[in-house]
């Protein structure tokens, strides 16, 4: 992996486990072993830069990681139930300390922080546009926001319970929305 | 108010804004307009102090607030339903930029954050063990679940509709159980 693309990843890491609290240039060079000079050599803009592009690689593996469950070959009911539970193993598997990039960063928002709220706003629109091809819009974005919620809770709990519990409801509501149709 | 009371109603807003990323004793002296030299006159304990400190007020609160709604006055269903209908209210008032404390700071704990995170644990625990007292547990945890995502996606999105989303939906979910029984 190149150095550019090695900062990137050790920003995205960051970002999932202490937010924009822990993540300066200083911790994305000590991640990522590379010389403190490169950083402004491959991000001119800096830490807004930076944190920028590895929101935008985070967002898009989450929407092709939603992808592989609401492909359309599974009732809904069982895609958020696979969804929250494999959310729920991962999480266990990377010891319960990391969050998604885009819902650290977004609490930490500053009034400033035009770019980088942008990036936020437009992945959760990207996750709860797919999701809404198979379920109401209103419960596509509430799909999405039991999942931001199942990581401030996984986190503080140090559990994937959050997320299997989400899943759980979550599903039983897509059931009985299905019978009604 | 007292220049102690005024630094921790200081510390409270600027972990609901920004959450650990924003929140350094040179802030909470800007804001709270209190003397550099009284932090750890008041708090010998520095940052670590006053921010556990903060989150306590605002866990009480928090609970204070869900007990209004959990009251047993009226349906799960309906109190669910006022709890987000007003929490999307106060959201907007404020300009859409507040976040929960606790949720805030759950998503920036590091690994050494110990205290502060046990105090996020206990602050869910103990509004997950309220709202028990009148839906199944796993939902409890579900609803505490969704009302953290809403911030999430509420500040990225500069809306209060994630929390009216929700609320619509969990409710729904809430009056199917209810007919179940």
Redesign the interface.
């Known amino acids: 992996m190149d150095t550019r693309a090695r900062m990137l990843g050790a920003t995205e890491e960051s970002l999932r486990?202490?937010?924009?609290?822990?993540t300066g240039i200083k911790e994305i060079v000590a991640r990522s072993g590379a010389p403190i000079g490169s950083v402004y050599h491959h991000f001119p803009g800096g830490k807004t830069q930076i944190v920028t592009e590895s929101l935008q690689n985070h967002s898009a593996k989450a929407l092709r990681l939603l992808q592989t469950f609401f492909d359309g070959k599974r009732p809904p009911a069982k895609a958020v139930k696979m969804l929250f539970d494999n959310a729920a193993k991962e999480f266990e598997k990377a010891g319960s300390?990391k969050?998604c990039a885009?819902?650290?960063v977004?609490?930490?928002?500053?009034?400033e922080d035009f770019e980088i709220?942008e990036i936020?706003?437009a992945?959760?629109?990207s996750w709860i546009e797919l999701i809404a091809t198979q379920v109401p819009r209103?419960?596509a974005?509430?799909i999405?926001?039991?999942?931001?919620?199942?990581?401030?809770?996984g986190?503080?709990?140090?559990s994937g319970?959050?997320f299997?519990?989400?899943g759980?409801?979550?599903a039983?509501?897509l059931e009985?929305q299905e019978r009604r149709r």
Chains 1, 2 share one sequence.
């Open positions: 486990e202490t937010g924009m609290a822990g300390m969050g885009i819902g650290s977004a609490l930490d928002l500053t009034r709220r936020c706003q992945s959760f629109e209103s419960l974005q509430t999405v926001v039991a999942l931001e919620g199942a990581f401030v809770l986190k503080a709990l140090k319970d959050p299997r519990a989400a759980k409801w979550l039983a509501t009985a």
